[in-house]
Structures are given as C-alpha cells and as structure tokens.
C-alpha cells in the first residue's frame, strides 16, 4: 500500500532546504539517532548541527510508516517527492524543549509552536518527484555562479527576520568594509504573531537597497525558513544555511534569533564562536557589539568606538519601532530611514503578521 503524507506549509519547506542542499549535509528529516546527537550534543555525526529538522505525522501514518520503504509527500494536493523510511520514533518535545530553546516555558513561540506537533516522527533521505516545487527555491548552486559572476571572494551574509533600521544599516556598511559583497537573505515563512510579514520585510529592504546601497556590490533575496525563535543555537544553523550558499562571512548579532529576554544579549555570538572552534563552521563569523544611537555622537555608534554612557545612549529598538509603526505613527529618523517608514506605514495593518 502506497503511505503518503500530506505536508504542512513549514514541512514542505523543510522538505524543499533538504532536497536543495540548503542544509546540507543533511538530506533527509532526521532519524531518532540524528535527533538525539543534535538534540543533547549538537552535533550530527561529526558536523556541528544545533537545531532538529523533523517530520512529525499522524497516528495512522506513523503505523503504516513502520512497515513502508517510502513515505510520499503531498503538498497541497500535489505529490512532492518522497522519503526512504529510515526511522520511525517518538519524542518527549517538553522534555527536549530545555535543551533546544533554553526553555520549556510555553510562552516562548518556539517552545509553544513545538508543542503543537506530533510527538510520532518519520526520517529519512528525501527526493524531490515534481520538480517545481523548487523551481522558487533558493539553491545554493545558483547562488554560488551569481557571486562568482560578480568576482566576489568574499561574501558577508546578514540575516533578518524583520525590516532594516538603523542599527542593522551600521553592520551591513561595517560588513561592506571588509567583503567583497553583502548578501542580504531575510527569512521569509512561518514567525509569531505580531512580527513583520513577509511582504513588508522584503519592501523595505528593496527600498533600503534601491536608495542607499551600490547595487554592484548587494544582492538582496529573500530565504524561505520557518523562524525557531531558538536563539543561540538557530544563530549557528542560520550560520551554516549562509555557508551552504558559497558565503564567506556571517554576522552574528545581538540577541540573534533570540525573542523577549529569553537569552542573553551576547549569548549567540558566544556559542557559535565555541562550535566554530571545535569544529570548523566553514564561515567566518562577524562578531559586532551591539550598535546604538548616541546623542553625543549624532550617529549609530557601538562601545568600541564611542566613549559616551548613560543619557547620551538611546537604544535603535525593533521592538519599538514595531509598535510605532503599528499605531501609525513614524518613527524617529535617527532610528529608521523616512523611506522605510514609508513602505511600512502605507502596509498598514498588513505589515504584520495576523
């Protein structure tokens, strides 16, 4: 009997980084065995890997699954591709919540998003059958002839899941100063209610780029990914995503991937220096402090290079210019460039996520 499975939106894009080679050099959802390894050690086989890439199914699935040498997969009415059936197991998600967000409090999105999901996971290499289902899809190969086409040997990589402000231009010009080009890749997918959409974030970098950047030396395109809100370690596999694409630098930000107070302002910096070290990430990290607006000063400035402490230190907030925007109101220039305002601010309420 033929077991399919129909995909989730954030399955199916799992599915379609596996099969692109997106998380190489995983190929497949992972196995029990792999998920223990990442799980309690970060590590998949020998690689340095920190976050579970898993296909959690039904009940009737999982039980068909156990005795099938395929497992097909259906998106949205259409079959995908297909998994080899290497493992079926089970997992405890509020017992290895405390492990993969630091936390198991389920207020956190991560912690509370896993929880939702089935316990019974499948794993296995996957194959792509339709292969439309990646004809949008970011591959690595593609990106890696258009950064050689530009002669660009050295390629830093920003990631985002939120529209650029102020703080963020600060490191992309600081990454600008020592690479030959500036790959911005905001995710696009699955984020908590509340955050910027996918529209809104891709707007306003286009604007940002089209207005304030050398388009020779910036390549913006969007990298569809659910976000984890995991903090530390999704910073390291948001790491070793940019790798796969042929970039030579990462930069890891304050709170990287991080949501509310959960981890600590430098805390993702610290892990993915540590992994790096023991085993070779493949890309070199960018470490910055964390940039602020300083009175004093008149621009965005950080600690390394400004002397000034206490009144003069205004914070650049996403989270504010968030809840500005979402009362209609324009946030301060020094925070945001008028140009972005105005992509968010015309979004309205469709700017967010519902």
């Known amino acids: 009997m033929k077991v399919t499975h129909q995909l989730t939106d954030e399955s199916f894009q799992d599915f379609v980084n596996l099969a692109s080679g997106l998380f190489a050099p995983l190929r497949g959802f992972m196995t029990?065995?792999?998920?223990?390894?990442?799980?309690?050690?970060?590590?998949?086989?020998?690689?340095?890997?920190?976050?579970?890439?898993?296909?959690?199914?039904?009940?009737?699935?999982?039980?068909?699954?156990?005795?099938?040498?395929?497992?097909?997969?259906?998106?949205?009415?259409?079959?995908?591709?297909?998994?080899?059936?290497?493992?079926?197991?089970?997992?405890?998600?509020?017992?290895?919540?405390?492990?993969?967000?630091?936390?198991?409090?389920?207020?956190?999105?991560?912690?509370?998003?896993?929880?939702?999901?089935?316990?019974?996971?499948?794993?296995?290499?996957?194959?792509?059958?339709?292969?439309?289902?990646?004809?949008?899809?970011?591959?690595?190969?593609?990106?890696?002839?258009?950064?050689?086409?530009?002669?660009?040997?050295?390629?830093?990589?920003?990631?985002?899941?939120?529209?650029?402000?102020?703080?963020?231009?600060?490191?992309?010009?600081?990454?600008?100063?020592?690479?030959?080009?500036?790959?911005?890749?905001?995710?696009?997918?699955?984020?908590?209610?509340?955050?910027?959409?996918?529209?809104?974030?891709?707007?306003?970098?286009?604007?940002?780029?089209?207005?304030?950047?050398?388009?020779?030396?910036?390549?913006?395109?969007?990298?569809?990914?659910?976000m984890r809100y995991a903090g530390p370690r999704e910073a390291v596999l948001h790491a070793i995503m940019r790798r796969n694409l042929g970039c030579t630098h990462f930069i890891v930000g304050r709170d990287h991937a991080g949501v509310g107070s959960y981890y600590g302002k430098y805390e993702a910096q610290e892990l993915a220096s540590q992994l790096a070290g023991e085993d070779a990430l493949g890309i070199q990290l960018i470490l910055p402090s964390e940039p602020y607006y300083c009175r004093k000063c008149a621009q965005v400035v950080t600690a390394r290079h400004c002397g000034h402490s206490g009144d003069d230190i205004v914070e650049v907030s996403g989270t504010t210019i968030r809840e500005t925007i979402r009362q209609g109101k324009r946030p301060d220039e020094r925070f945001l460039r008028p140009e972005v305002a105005d992509v968010l601010l015309g979004l309205g309420r469709k700017a967010f996520v519902d």
């Open 32 to 226: 029990g065995t792999q998920y223990r390894g990442v799980v309690d050690r970060m590590k998949l086989g020998e690689h340095a890997w920190t976050i579970p890439i898993t296909l959690d199914v039904d009940a009737v699935t999982y039980e068909r699954a156990r005795s099938a040498s395929r497992l097909y997969l259906s998106y949205r009415g259409a079959e995908a591709g297909y998994m080899q059936v290497e493992d079926c197991y089970q997992v405890d998600a509020p017992a290895d919540a405390g492990k993969i967000f630091g936390t198991a409090e389920q207020k956190h999105p991560g912690v509370a998003h896993e929880g939702c999901r089935s316990p019974m996971r499948v794993g296995g290499e996957v194959k792509v059958t339709l292969r439309s289902v990646i004809d949008d899809a970011i591959i690595p190969e593609r990106i890696r002839d258009l950064f050689a086409a530009r002669k660009w040997r050295t390629v830093a990589a920003f990631h985002t899941r939120n529209p650029v402000h102020r703080a963020h231009e600060h490191l992309h010009r600081l990454a600008l100063e020592v690479c030959d080009g500036l790959f911005l890749s905001p995710f696009l997918g699955w984020k908590k209610a509340g955050d910027f959409g996918d529209e809104a974030i891709m707007q306003a970098y286009r604007v940002m780029v089209d207005t304030y950047y050398p388009r020779d030396r910036v390549h913006l395109e969007g990298l569809r990914s659910s």
